[in-house]
């Protein structure tokens, strides 16, 4: 039956990588994928799935039905760039990937006995789109849910930083800079030091830990007292409740700011993204497929690099994995970054995409076929549920 799986996958080859490179061109930021997810929803109508699309109040979203009966798997699409450097985090082959391995296990069975889900997921690398969805119900009823992310490591593993992203404000009072500064009260002084102090803070902070930002506004004139800053700065750590120890500290800077300087704050929580919790049977599963596809596995390390994502509130609701595939061969090659982009739109890159769409499947038809790694798999999870 995997044969048969990988036979319908290497049919769909060229119509894939075309899916993958159009994406890639496309290059559309989050919330604004609006060619990028028709193309694959329409992909995925052309071969018999119902399509349902704007899923949450989300315009770029939609979820994609085959089959009947359980288990409920689904395969998340991702299809979001980055601004400037576009698809350096690859998310124009997460998509493709998906859809592949679902319209390959649907042609390989005929009348599938289970139900099969593609999820597309606007918004990852900027709003945290998953999250949406899940508060949306979407999915309340799925067993098992999977994707694949390119990286320079092929693994069924992930570790990733829960992550808090805030808006901080400083308002103080504007004055003539040269004319009468004493009147001011200088909002960009406080936006300093709380920059500075957060320096400061770091040699005292717990390993595996970080804190980064940027001033989004810095003031109105050079000439002028800045009344009014903003900065975006994102937390990260290893389990929410450090993020949440880190949080105290920021609000603690932030307060000293103003008392030095007589300014007042605003801090707002923008976007969360929880720690991924690893089903560790499933991830096992998919390597062994990613063995027999020819993709060689390696384990996945904190020293490797580690980011964030919204997959973590998924895997934290259902079953699931956030694994990852090499697209950039025996060069270990940073995410975000041009570097990266160019292997995401690469002859290598793309055989690797396939290879990951058939071990994606692989591990679909492993679990409904399988009914004692589907039960392993749920115990995990619902043990992982009463330990945390």
Partial sequence: MKDKIAMQIDLLKESLVEAAQTIFQLAELSY?????SQLLAHLLEENGFSVQKGVAGLATSFIAIAGNGTPKIALLAEYDALPAIGHACGHNMIGVMSCGAAIGLKRAFETLPFTLVVVGCPAEEHGAGKKDLIK???FKDIDVAMMIHPASMSTGFDIAYAIRRYKIEFFGKSAHAAADPAKGINALDAMVLLFSS?????????EKVRVHGIITNGGQSFNTIPEYTSA??????????EVNLLEEKLRSLTEGSCKMTGCTSKITVEEEMPEVYVNVPLAKTLEENYKLVGEKVTMRTY??????????AVTQVVPAIHAYVNITGEKVV???TKEFAQAANSD???QAMIRATKALAFTVYD?????ELFREVKDYFAQRRRDF
């Fill in 32 to 36: 604004q994928e609006v060619k990028s």
């Fill in 136 to 138: 949306a119900g979407v």
């Fill in 198 to 206: 957060i320096g400061l803070l770091r040699q005292q902070l717990p």
């Fill in 232 to 241: 975006e700065l994102g937390l990260r750590a290893l389990k929410m409740e």
């Fill in 303 to 312: 020293e490797q690099g580690v980011g964030s994502t919204d997959m973590g």
């Fill in 334 to 336: 940073p995410t975000h």
């Fill in 348 to 350: 290598y890159g793309y």
């Fill in 367 to 371: 679990l409904v076929n399988d009914n």
